[in-house]
């Protein structure tokens, strides 16, 4: 089992940076998948960003592609989503999120979630 803990959200202006950080505590973080995802109010949680086990395979939504990074530390068992040039659509709680499925963007794929963070963007 993964316990994670979101961090790093806040208010910030249009065209701004935040750096969200995901602590994993558990077993076999290395094993895992991680993925961020968010859910503004009245809408559905969409996901944002992936990664794999090794960091070394990334993908991204189109809505942040260029603006979003996502990396990982596995010695320190921590997923970072480093976002620039936030927008006011941008705004919205923040998930981190576990899988053990290799390659997947669905939220039902994934077996692990974080409480979240609350990121809003001011125009």
């Known amino acids: 089992q993964v316990q994670l803990v979101e961090s790093g959200g806040g208010l910030v202006q249009a065209g701004g940076s935040l750096r969200l950080s995901c602590a994993a505590s558990?077993?076999?973080?290395?094993?895992?998948?991680m993925g961020w995802f968010r859910q503004a109010p009245g809408k559905e949680r969409e996901f944002v960003a992936r990664i794999n086990w090794s960091g070394g395979s990334t993908f991204y939504a189109d809505s942040v592609k260029g603006r979003f990074t996502i990396s990982r530390d596995n010695a320190k068992t921590t997923v970072t989503l480093q976002m620039n040039s936030l927008k006011p659509e941008d705004t919205a709680v923040y998930y981190c999120a576990a899988t053990g499925v290799g390659f997947t963007i669905a939220p039902s794929s994934y077996d692990y979630w974080g409480r979240g963070t609350q990121v809003t963007v001011s125009s």
């Open positions: 558990g077993r076999s973080f290395r094993s895992y998948s």
